[in-house]
């Protein structure tokens, strides 16, 4: 079991930057390949961005490459999102999730991710 709190979400303007972090405890944080997902108001959840278990390499929506950075801290079983050039369309509930298993690509699909956060509502204001 992995449990994960988000934070870091609010009210921004757009053009403003928002980070959210990911404090994970319970298993080996290294064994786990991490990813960020958000959910609109009537919308699917859909992927952002994810990162492997060694935070070697990342991969990316197309909607926010160029605007927002995965991060991960495997000794402080953290993994942070820092978004910039926020638009109005970023407005959503931001989800953190773990996929079990040592790899260097992260996958992106949402059944993949076996534990999940309790999510952190982003709001950007146009």
């Known amino acids: 079991q992995v449990q994960l709190v988000e934070s870091g979400g609010g009210l921004v303007q757009a053009g403003g930057s928002l980070r959210l972090s990911c404090a994970a405890s319970?298993?080996?944080?290294?064994?786990?390949?991490m990813g960020w997902f958000r959910q609109a108001p009537g919308k699917e959840r859909e992927f952002v961005a994810a990162?492997?278990?060694?935070?070697?390499?990342?991969s990316y929506a197309d909607f926010v490459k160029g605007r927002f950075t995965i991060s991960r801290d495997n000794a402080k079983n953290t993994v942070t999102l820092q978004m910039n050039s926020l638009k109005s369309e970023d407005t959503a509930v931001y989800y953190c999730?773990?996929?079990?298993?040592?790899?260097?690509?992260?996958?992106?699909?949402?059944?993949?991710?076996?534990?999940w956060g309790q999510g952190t509502q982003v709001t950007v204001s146009s």
């Open positions: 999730a773990a996929d079990w298993g040592r790899r260097s690509d992260p996958r992106m699909g949402i059944y993949e991710y076996d534990y």
């Open positions: 319970g298993r080996t944080f290294s064994n786990y390949c």
């Open positions: 990162i492997g278990s060694s935070g070697g390499r990342t």
